[in-house]
C-alpha cells in the first residue's frame, strides 16, 4: 500500500507563491510519473503538472511559466512551486503518482488566493 500526503497548501494574495510538498511513503519500489491535480468549486479536476523519474514535465497552460514542479527520487517526494498566484488558481490540489500501474492520490490541500 502507498500513501501519498500533501503539505504546504494556505491562503496567499494575489501575486503570492506557495510551495506545495507530496510525499509518498509505504510499499515504494518505483514510481514512474507523479503529478498535480487541482478541483475548484463547480469545476472538474484539471492537470496541473506532471513529473516523470527521468525528470520530464509537462504544464497545463494555464500554468506554464508561473509553476514548477520537481521530485526527489531517492525521498519519493514531488513538489509544485506556485509563483504570480492569480485568484483562478484556488482550488484543492491533489498529488497522485503510479507504480504498476496503479495510480495514488493524495488527501488534497486547499490553495486560496484572494486579497
Known amino acids: 500500500q502507498v500513501q501519498f500526503v500533501e503539505s504546504g497548501g494556505g491562503l496567499v494574495q494575489p501575486g503570492g507563491s506557495l510551495r506545495l510538498s507530496c510525499a509518498a511513503s509505504?510499499?515504494?519500489?518505483?514510481?514512474?510519473?507523479m503529478g498535480w491535480y487541482r478541483q475548484a468549486p463547480g469545476k472538474q479536476r484539471e492537470l496541473v503538472a506532471v513529473?516523470?523519474?527521468?525528470?520530464?514535465?509537462n504544464y497545463a497552460d494555464s500554468v506554464k511559466d508561473r509553476f514548477t514542479i520537481s521530485r526527489d527520487n531517492a525521498e519519493n517526494t514531488v513538489y509544485l512551486q506556485m509563483n504570480s498566484l492569480k485568484p483562478e488558481d484556488t482550488a484543492v490540489y491533489y498529488c497522485n503518482g503510479d507504480q504498476s500501474g496503479k495510480m495514488y492520490w493524495g488527501q488534497g490541500t486547499q490553495v486560496t488566493v484572494s486579497s
Open positions: 513529473i516523470t523519474s527521468g525528470g520530464m514535465t
Open positions: 509505504g510499499s515504494i519500489f518505483s514510481i514512474y510519473a
